[in-house]
């Protein structure tokens, strides 16, 4: 079953410029959680967000949370060449265990 | 630095042949998960165990099994592989209850001949 659905699929901007990245899920969730991926390497999680928290950041990312809406947004500011990845979202329905989105390819420009 | 590994970074198997993935973790995790990635499909979840000797299907088991003996050690094995099995298969450890997320091997890409 495929939980999260990131939207858009691919995003190219400018070093510099902000990214911004929507989660849609279905059911009932405990936490919401993003990841990163290199091309071709394991991904890294980012940051969690508790389905009775709204907003949290670290750094230069923004992660808001919409339970009503069922919806997730990860903004990375002032983006970077080095943020070049495939970003994920992934959520947990109190059992420990993640369902992942299809994620979001980013590709910033120097 | 804690870490998840993964014992093979590229192999490729013939159909027919049994192949086993493994995973290590050294965090004392409770939880260990296997995924595989396909382009457009994502992560889907294979199997999953909460402890050891502990096992439960995720949303894709067919074709596989697993075997978690040791706490720090969870094995994907492929009992008789096939075309359709080829893709990344990633590794995932993580405590119950906590905030960190999981922690992901750098997976093995397998491609079946």
């Known amino acids: 079953s495929q939980q999260g659905e990131e939207d858009p699929q691919a995003l190219s901007i400018q070093e510099g410029e902000n990214a911004t990245m929507n989660c849609s899920y279905k059911t009932s969730i405990n936490n919401l959680q993003w990841y990163r991926q290199n091309s071709g390497r394991g991904l890294v999680h980012l940051i969690l967000i508790r389905s009775n928290e709204r907003e949290k950041h670290s750094g230069r990312l923004r992660v808001t949370l919409d339970t009503s809406k069922k919806s997730s947004s990860l903004l990375i500011t002032a983006s970077r060449a080095a943020d070049t990845a495939s970003y994920f979202c992934a959520t947990d329905e109190s059992t420990d265990k993640l369902i992942f989105g299809t994620g979001t390819r980013l590709q910033v420009f120097p | 630095d804690v870490k998840v590994t993964q014992s093979s970074r590229y192999l490729v198997k013939r159909t027919g042949e049994k192949v086993f993935l493994e995973c290590v973790q050294d965090m004392d995790h409770e939880n260990m998960f296997w995924y595989r990635q396909d382009p457009g499909l994502g992560l889907r979840l294979i199997y999953f165990?909460?402890?050891?000797?502990?096992?439960e299907k995720g949303d894709i088991p067919e074709g596989y099994s697993v075997s978690r003996e040791k706490k720090e050690r969870f094995s994907l094995i492929l009992e008789s592989a096939s075309t359709n099995q080829t893709s990344m298969y990633l590794c995932a450890s993580s405590s119950p209850g906590r905030d960190y997320g999981y922690t992901f091997g750098s997976g093995t890409r397998l491609t079946v001949v």
């Open positions: 165990s909460y402890d050891v000797k502990m096992k």
